[in-house]
């Protein structure tokens, strides 16, 4: 999701390089038993609920772009048109978040927590190879309905995020809990942006927990949701033939 540049809790909201050490590796080679709840412990949303329901929704979608690769029929030129509008949606939603990360989130952890500066490094190592695959994806796309390209772009991504995230949440949403505030958008053209943003990550999130992250946002912005919710619905059902399901309360998605 876009947000505008600012403090670490604001940039939170939304969305291992081969010459790291052993050290870095060691270090970022993240296992996580169970993953972190979006919301905190005493049950309140906040920026890191935010940044998770991104995590989420980049797990949710590229699973979703590995079924309808597998199940693609040749001859369905309205669904194949749509897979390659999807990635073009999923590539700018996945640079902007990493963008975002490395000018915002990632230099004020880095000043507030010195210790994560290794970890940081390695996370914005990850950047640097996710982006260029990324740019593989279009022209992997562009092939479409011959889907071995795309299928071949989809699981090397899949196995890039699927650490580059998990270590994100055990590193850094810690330190993200505390941040509550989401300021006012300062237009009509932003609040747009974010209520389209916020229907793409809340897609398959439990409601109780979207109950709490609505709290949080200005009348400006949750006076959109429904019409954006209603729109992002209606795009999954051109692109996956279904709007999905699931009451998630983790980054998990219910798959």
Known sequence: MTIPRGSCANAAAFGVGRGLSLQTRS??????TS???????????????MLMMSHHAFRRDIARFERALTDARPSDDDRTQALREEWQNYHAALHGHHHMEDIGVFPSLRAASPDLALCLDGLGAD???IDPLLVKGDAAFALLPD???ARAVVRELAALLAPHLATEEAQLIPHLRPAKHFPPPPGDAEADMYAQGFAWS???IAPDVLEQVFALL????TSRLPAARAAFEARCQRVWGSAGTGAARTPIPDL
């Open 27 to 32: 270090l970022r080679r993240v296992v996580m």
């Open 35 to 49: 993953p972190p709840n979006l919301l905190n412990d005493d049950g309140s949303a906040s920026m890191a609920t």
């Open 127 to 129: 950047h640097q190879r």
């Open 147 to 149: 889907t071995n390209a």
């Open 202 to 204: 809340s897609n398959g």
């Open 218 to 221: 200005p009348a400006s912005l």
